[in-house]
């Protein structure tokens, strides 16, 4: 076998385990971002869900229990942003950024309160996590070539959340292009004058995508701190918020660039840890540093129209006052 | 972006004062339930955490030193918040402002103080403003929306950092990514130092001059705000933008310039911390001085004297929030953090909850008072 086709199952494997919490929380802040709340608050949602996650787990023994926890964590605090967004009209970034700096601090407290560890949750074993599921017959095809590889050591052996992630994308895409409930939100981002005129409620529709939105945040945190990983740490999304919401605008907001995206930042994650300390030909060693840097820079670059344009929906950010 | 700014034939304080009261009371209200949750007595918190922070002359020189920092970055995001432009990224441009700081260390910190404490100012303001013009210049010229770019260079400006520090500036031979230090001349004098020079002694603090520095640029502030032409320009584009392009404010000028100036102040964190306390520059320096910094001008109302008043307390809540840990172990320090998320909730996104009622009640008292 060759020795770089299996340099590269290995890089293909980790970019899945990277990207598959990236895609679940892009394509949930997609929700919002379409139906015209900004969702700066996913780096929050996705700790606060972790912490959830793991918390229940260890203490109920149920991976199940804890995936309950996480979504509904990740739910009620998309419904707070709601209430001070679209309730209210407050200012949307500045509530994301209220979400993302007390969960910031909350997650340590009632951890250190709870389990008394600094913040971490105990140590997850058995069934209180989502383990790998090795496929049918990964093992007997493995030595098939080519073919064999990449079934046993990409596509088998994720946890199950890996193969929710793969069956949420088309759904998004489904959800938000082919359904009378994906049109509305879209226009309600656009254009929500129209939408109300329509005799449809605003509100009710940012609402309904928030809470989709808060779901999948829930996964994506549940992801990291019970199927990943086996416990919560500190500040375990470590940014992973953030950088999900620069995928969404390098997908210009839509589902399959903002998969790819999500792919090509966890691909440069995967690469990075490789490369590290090592030369390359003509470019010699490339500082880790650089390549971690490269999403946001990416990302900077598009926004500045110097790669593409994004367009962001047109009523983002936009409290939306009814007339009375 | 409200600037708070009453409108003219209004009272002016119950929105102005007694607004960020009602915000600051509901946080702390929040808070209290926690601590009474995690078991802990609220009120017995409360009396440590003030004896903590005010208790004796050490613990009222940390809490101003760390007001300090909040002072620049509170103004930053405030200069900004008056053109109606939300800057997250002063964290990212004080840790660049470092940068500027540590250069002029390491290369002048030989020469005499009266040279290198106005270079570090300089390169601190420069160094900082330059981070912050990038996205600025994007907002203003190619459309890019300032919070993200801000947010993405608040990474870049980390990831810059490390770099730096671990592979270049790094003092050889060690194992910690830190510069080596600074000559003694470009230390800032601290103020136990200075006081204890005229006979007045106080414990030691990191207290240093940079508190007196912020003061000036919060004065500072409010010229340029309310007292000067640019000023002006600013506070009428945020409130209007429209209407501000349409009477001639040159759109794009001034989104550069308050950015630009946000940037300086944020960078000057770098003088308090890098310059007044640890002599060298080291990684993470700013340790999230720049979100502070929302709260501060949030909670200030934007105005020079609340960011003080607010900057006060955030000092306060960080040096007493250390004292009540030794106390009581469950309250960890994250405790402030907490508080300072539900005072940027309570001020700034759930604004209106609050500021409606408080207007309703205004009126209604004042059609009572003239029929």
Not at chain 1, 215 to 222: T, Y
Not at chain 1, 228 to 250: C, E, P, Q, T
Not at chain 2, 246 to 272: E, Q
Not at chain 2, 289 to 308: E, Q
Request: charged share 10%; hydrophobic share 55%; proline share 5%.
């Amino acid at each position: 076998m060759n020795e770089s086709f299996l340099i590269l199952i290995v890089l293909a494997d980790s970019t899945v385990r990277v990207a598959a919490p990236l895609v679940l929380a892009a394509l949930g802040g997609m929700f919002a971002e379409r139906s015209g709340v900004i969702d700066i608050g996913l780096e929050g949602k996705m700790l606060a869900a972790a912490f959830a996650a793991a918390a229940i787990a260890a203490t109920s023994g149920s991976a199940l229990a804890g995936l309950g926890a996480a979504i509904a964590v990740s739910v009620l605090l998309s419904l707070l942003h709601g209430f001070a967004c679209i309730t209210h009209r407050g200012n949307q970034v500045v509530s994301g950024m209220a979400l993302n700096i007390v969960l910031a601090g909350l997650t340590v407290v009632v951890g250190n309160a709870w389990f008394g560890r600094g913040g971490q949750t105990p140590q997850l074993e058995g069934s209180a996590r989502f383990a790998p599921i090795d496929l049918p017959f990964a093992a007997q095809v493995q030595n098939v070539p080519v073919l064999g590889p990449i079934y046993a050591g990409i596509i088998s052996g994720q946890n199950i959340l890996v193969y929710v992630t793969a069956a949420v994308v088309p759904l998004t895409a489904w959800l938000l292009y082919r359904t009378r409930f994906g049109l509305r939100l879209r226009a309600v981002g656009e254009t929500p004058g129209a939408v109300d005129t329509a005799g449809i409620s605003v509100s009710l529709t940012r609402y309904r995508a928030l809470v989709l939105g808060g779901v999948m945040c829930g996964l994506s945190g549940a992801y990291l701190s019970i199927a990943h990983n086996a416990g919560f740490v500190r500040d375990m999304s470590a940014g992973k918020g953030y950088l999900a919401l620069a995928a969404l605008i390098f997908g210009k907001w839509r589902p399959v660039p903002t998969l790819l995206a999500c792919i090509l930042f966890a691909f440069a994650d995967a690469i990075q840890s490789r490369l590290q300390g090592k030369a390359l030909p003509i470019v010699g060693v490339i500082p880790v540093q650089f390549i971690q840097a490269l999403p946001y820079v990416l990302t900077v670059l598009l926004l500045a129209g110097f790669v593409g344009r994004a367009i962001a929906p047109k009523a983002i950010g936009v409290p939306y006052a009814k007339e009375r | 972006m409200s600037t708070g700014a009453a409108r003219p034939g209004t009272t002016w304080w119950p929105l102005e004062i007694l607004l960020p009261l009602l915000n600051l009371a509901a946080a702390l209200v929040v808070t209290g339930i926690l601590v009474w949750l995690l078991g802990a007595d609220p009120f017995k918190a409360t009396s440590l955490l003030v004896s903590g922070a005010f208790g004796t002359s050490e613990a009222l020189g940390y809490t101003l030193y760390y007001a300090t920092s909040f002072i620049f970055t509170g103004l930053a995001v405030a200069i900004a918040f008056h053109g109606g432009i939300f800057n997250i990224g002063s964290e990212g441009q004080a840790y660049i402002g470092g940068l500027g700081v540590g250069l002029v260390g390491l290369a002048f910190g030989g020469l005499p103080a009266v040279v290198v404490v106005p270079l570090a100012i300089l390169a601190s303001a420069a160094f900082g403003a330059g981070w912050a013009y990038i996205p600025a210049w994007l907002q203003a010229k190619r459309g890019s929306h300032i919070v993200i770019t801000t947010i993405m260079f608040n990474f870049i400006a980390a990831a810059l950092m490390t770099y730096l520090l671990v592979n270049v500036m790094i003092q050889p031979g060690q194992q910690s990514p830190e510069t080596r230090e600074f000559e003694p001349n470009a230390w800032l004098p601290r103020i136990n130092d200075w006081l204890g020079a005229i006979g007045v002694h106080i414990d030691p603090s990191p207290l240093n001059i940079s508190f007196l520095w912020a003061l000036i640029c919060a004065a500072a502030f409010w010229v340029f705000v309310w007292h000067t032409r640019w000023g002006y320009r600013l506070r009428v584009l945020g409130f209007n933008e429209e209407a501000a392009v349409y009477a001639g404010v040159p759109r794009a000028a001034t989104i550069i310039l308050a950015m630009s100036i946000s940037g300086a102040l944020s960078g000057f964190v770098a003088l308090n911390e890098v310059m007044g306390v640890h002599h060298r520059l080291l990684l993470n320096f700013t340790g999230g001085a720049g979100f502070v910094g929302i709260a501060v001008a949030l909670m200030g109302r934007n105005h020079p004297i609340g960011i003080c008043l607010a900057a006060l307390l955030f000092g306060a809540l960080y040096q007493g929030g250390s004292e009540l840990n030794f106390e009581i172990p469950t309250l960890t320090r994250e405790m402030v953090v907490v508080i300072q998320g539900l005072i940027i909730l309570m001020c700034g996104a759930l604004e209106n909850v609050f500021r409606t009622p408080l207007e309703n009640l205004l009126r209604g008292a004042r059609a009572k008072a003239t029929p």
